[in-house]
């Protein structure tokens, strides 16, 4: 949350302590108590640019950073800026309670300020893990799934401006495991048109081969970021069930299921195991 005060502020960290550090000072000192203030003097490294590291203070809580903002009119925040904040769900619980609490407060004293937050969720609240007071400051967009024709946009333009082109299979293919979301293409994008700047034969269209090399990179470059959580729940004494139950949550491109669709999926991958099948 400190990254993002310091950013709407406008300041850049490596800014001469003479032009910052005073103004800094000098408004912290008005609007903080001294046991909110805690500021740090270090020597940047760049000994070319001979400059050092401002004084920035530590934001303690919401209230702290509130108060700090509403002494920076003097930076133009009647502007009214606004803050994106991307994949706001890979953040942890604590600090997306701490951005919640923080909107509360900065609607309360009518701070001038637009918060953009993108995340994965079914709710707002599921992002923002807010409190009911808070909930009146949020107004939650449902970005559906990309429809094919978008999903091919992606591909042929990005092709297109590599002055390539893409066999219909594979962009068909492309389309049906992205799942129509757009960062699963541009995943395998990117390791398709690796995989063709490699080729030792000048590409000019995008084969079937290119895209088989290219999913084995992505899913090797994706692997580490799911592995740990499936590790974990393989290392429980009923690892091994539990691996079966994954296996049947993933059976289906839907992400919201029935028990008896799950079920079904199950049973089915029971039986292709000659493993006995339950009854539900």
């Known amino acids: 949350m400190q990254d993002v005060i310091v950013k709407l502020r406008g300041g850049n960290p490596y800014e001469s302590k003479r032009t910052l550090s005073s103004r800094l000072t ?7 108590p001294l046991s909110f203030l805690s500021v740090n003097a270090t020597a940047t490294k760049d000994t070319t640019s001979q400059t050092e590291e401002a004084l920035l203070p530590h934001i303690r809580d919401a209230n702290a950073a509130v108060t700090l903002l509403l002494h920076e009119d003097d930076r133009g925040l009647s502007k009214q800026p606004i803050v994106v904040i991307d994949e706001f769900d890979l953040m942890s619980t604590v600090e997306r309670s701490h ?7 900065l609607g309360d004293q009518r701070v001038p300020i637009k918060f953009i937050f993108c995340g994965i969720g079914d709710t707002v609240d599921d992002l923002l893990e807010a409190h009911g007071s808070a909930n009146r400051y949020f107004d939650g967009v449902k970005i559906e799934r990309l429809n094919v024709s978008s999903r091919w946009d992606i591909i042929d333009k990005s092709a297109t401006a590599l002055g390539l082109s893409v066999d219909d299979e594979v962009r068909h293919r492309i389309a049906a495991i992205s799942d129509g979301f757009p960062v699963y293409i541009h995943r395998i994008c990117e390791k398709l048109y690796q995989t063709v700047f490699y080729d030792e034969e000048i590409v000019d269209v995008v084969g079937i081969s290119h895209l088989d090399t290219a999913i084995v990179e992505t899913i090797i470059a994706i692997e580490h970021f799911i592995r740990k959580p499936y590790d974990a729940t393989l290392l429980r004494t009923d690892g091994e069930t539990l691996e079966l139950v994954l296996w049947a949550l993933a059976d289906h491109s839907d992400l919201t299921r029935t028990q008896r669709s799950i079920f079904d999926s199950y049973s089915k991958i029971l039986e292709r195991l000659s493993l006995p099948v339950l009854t539900q």
């Not at 000098?26 to 903080?32: P, S």
Request: charged residues 20%; without cysteine.
């Open 26 to 32: 000098r408004n912290l000192a008005a609007a903080l």
């Open 99 to 105: 951005f919640a609490d923080l909107l509360k407060q």
